[in-house]
């Protein structure tokens, strides 16, 4: 017996260590994500590209990837609502330690971002909650902007390398990214302004449980809509699974005693 769970434990590092390379790792406590280490200026000039997922720097699960256009690589930039390239965003106030990441799709740009959640807990995760606030740092003209959230599992055409954009991934409207109204003129807004904010919180269940061992992937999907797009952005996540876990053994023989504590309050009055 001893012997198998130490087999079962060494495939459990193989297959982590395939999936390392930008993920969130469920355990059974929440995961949180502030965005605040992207990085406060700068550009990185070409980091996404068709095909290929990239890390977003200063986040430890959520990777970005571009998607289509008539440019050739997207970039990177740090931003306060001011700029309308195509690219993913790190926006804040100028300088500020206090990020988002966004984006804005044009025509010469247009990407997505999102993360994959490892279930490590040990059980078959049933749901997973997500939390956050939707920040909004450009206005649109013409259209509404979203960023569409899809989501799916590892174990069929989605995996590590391509799930912000395998045609596996199924729309999951609960966790969509939805920008304010559009106006004749666009232009920068202060996405840490309430006014400027949606509070998005939504749970999703698996209709077969997700495999300790397996991923879960949310990708966020922006297109180029008609006319300037918006600058729509994520902050203040929290990740929450629920499983089908048992309690442990232990912490049955704690409620057990706290029970046999109770009866005996009971008889003794
Ligand atoms: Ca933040
Ligand atoms: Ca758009
Ligand atoms: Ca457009």
Do not use: C, H
């Not at 430890?60 to 008539?70: D, E, K």
């Not at 939707?134 to 206005?139: K, L, Q």
């Amino acid at each position: 017996m001893k012997k198998l769970a130490f087999a079962t434990l060494t495939l459990g590092l193989v297959a982590f260590s395939a999936t390392a390379q930008a993920a969130y790792i469920f355990t059974g406590a929440n995961i949180t994500e502030d965005f605040n280490s992207l990085p406060s200026s700068g550009t990185t000039t070409g980091l996404f590209t068709v095909g290929t997922q990239t890390a977003i720097p200063g986040t430890t699960g959520f990777v970005g990837t571009r998607v289509g256009g008539s440019g050739s690589a997207m970039n990177f930039v740090a931003d306060a609502g001011t700029g309308n390239s195509g690219a993913l965003y790190s926006y804040g106030a100028s300088g500020s330690g206090e990020r988002a990441l966004g984006s804005i799709a044009s025509g010469s740009n247009w990407g997505a971002f999102g993360f994959e959640l490892v279930n490590n807990s040990g059980s078959a995760m049933t749901s997973v909650t997500l939390r956050f606030t939707a920040e909004f740092w450009r206005s649109s003209t013409s259209v509404q902007n979203v960023l569409a959230a899809t989501v799916g599992v590892s174990g069929g055409s989605a995996n590590s390398s391509n799930f912000l954009t395998d045609s596996s991934m199924a729309a999951f409207t609960s966790w969509d990214i939805v920008g304010p109204g559009p106006v004749a003129s666009n232009g920068a807004l202060d996405g840490n302004n309430p006014n400027n904010q949606a509070s998005v919180i939504g749970t999703f269940t698996f209709s077969t449980p997700l495999a300790n061992g397996q991923s879960f992937f949310v990708s966020w999907n922006d297109i180029n809509d008609g006319g300037n797009d918006a600058g729509l952005a994520i902050d203040d996540l929290t990740i929450s699974a629920t499983t089908d876990a048992v309690p442990e053994p232990a912490t049955v023989a704690v409620l057990a005693a706290a029970g046999l504590a109770a009866v005996a309050r009971r008889k003794r009055k």
